[in-house]
């Protein structure tokens, strides 16, 4: 029997790579529409989508980058993203704000970055 294509694992690294560009969106985002036209400051900069979203990269590094460093034994998007992974739990220790934002998105780029490494990684591998 055959996987969904969605459960792919190349599909599942677009989607993180995808996420990881929207999520970088939504901080700067946030950042100017609350700092121009002071709107939208709690639902935009509340706790509980960083905290979600921290919780998808989990789960979506997890089941790809994880799971291809377990077959293949490369380890290094695993450590990439997991140092994103870290920042990205940094950022929401901290006061909301540009550090916060920075923090944010400096660790989607990781995990982002993670997620190309692992493709590349699989495409030679193929």
Known sequence: MQRPRFLDRLSLDRFGIGLS????????ASILLVGAVGIGGHALLSPDIHKFGLVIALLIGGATIGLAALRSG??????????????????????????????????VALVAAAHVWNMRLHRCAI
Do not use: D, N, S, W
Not at 82 to 91: D, F, K, L, S, Y
């Open 21 to 28: 560009g929207l999520c970088a969106v939504h901080c700067v």
């Open 74 to 107: 490369r380890r290094g998007p695993l450590y990439l993203g997991g140092a994103g992974i870290v920042v990205m739990a940094g950022a929401i220790a901290g006061p909301h704000g540009p550090v916060e934002a920075f923090l944010t998105i400096t660790g």
